[in-house]
């Protein structure tokens, strides 16, 4: 019986996560951490611990699964990792230079973990599919559109997909532009252009260009318990992680 803490346990994501975990039964949902844990509404069991702050935590669990901020996604990881707690990270907002860190860290710690820019499996293939196209059709660019409270800019899965285009890239990319806020943030060569709008949930949108044709790869999520899929997966193969792990296709 593996004992999971789930951090932002109150919000959309973190409500999700902990009936996922309720439902599987080689897994307990044994704390949970929100800042607002004793005002929130939410049914937990009887033998949930409860803490709003880290400073709380004196106990060690098996699996850390985080849907907080990009503001604490940071300190959380490195305190699962310092206390021997695997790590699944489905918070948006680590730099490149923090996840080498936590990855050092963990490899310090000898845990594996796993941060995951999207657990939606439709999001995880089209970064597949992308990077395979970007072999053909350098050029690109990503739209991004997610809900109005989603609080950071671009988000993970865009910034992930950029780096996967780059990374299947065997040629140069032919267009050039000039640098303004209107042509979208540059990241490793690909504008991305972030929508914050209500009524939607999690989109992207890879638009290659080439001589006389175009290709466009999308995926929707409609419903936030489509992420769980992933978080599923996540959990079943956290034990067999020997490292820090960046990307759900990875477990796949």
Not at 20 to 47: C, G, Y
Not at 61 to 74: E, G, K, S
Not at 118 to 139: E, I, R, T, W
Not at 155 to 164: E, I, K, V, Y
């Amino acid at each position: 019986m593996y004992q999971v803490l789930v951090a932002g346990a109150t919000g959309k994501m973190g409500r999700k996560a902990v009936e996922l975990i309720e439902q599987k039964s080689n897994f307990a949902l044994a704390a949970v951490l929100a800042p607002s844990i004793a005002d929130s509404d939410l049914t937990l069991p009887q033998t949930t611990q409860c803490f709003s702050d880290l400073s709380q935590i004196n106990h060690s669990y098996d699996i850390w699964l985080d849907f907080t901020t990009p503001q604490a996604v940071y300190q959380n990881t490195e305190f699962a990792l310092q206390h021997q707690m695997r790590p699944i990270i489905g918070t948006s907002g680590l730099t490149e230079q923090q996840v080498a860190s936590l990855q050092q860290l963990a490899q310090q710690q000898q845990i594996g973990g796993l941060i995951a820019p999207n657990f939606g499996l439709s999001a995880v293939l089209l970064m597949k599919f992308a990077k395979m196209a970007a072999q053909y059709l350098p050029d690109a660019e990503i739209i991004e559109l997610h809900h109005a409270d989603k609080k950071d800019a671009p988000s993970g899965t865009a910034l992930a997909t950029a780096q996967q285009i780059q990374a299947g890239r065997t040629q140069p990319v032919k267009k050039t532009w000039s640098q303004n806020s209107a042509r979208g943030l540059n990241v490793d060569g690909v504008p991305i252009h972030a929508v914050r709008l209500p009524g939607y949930i999690a989109h992207e949108e890879v638009l290659f260009g080439g001589t006389g044709e175009a290709l466009t790869i999308r995926q929707d999520s409609f419903d936030r318990g489509s992420f769980m899929t992933g978080v599923n997966v996540a959990l079943d193969k956290i034990s067999d992680l020997t490292q820090l792990v960046f990307g759900l296709e990875n477990l796949l």
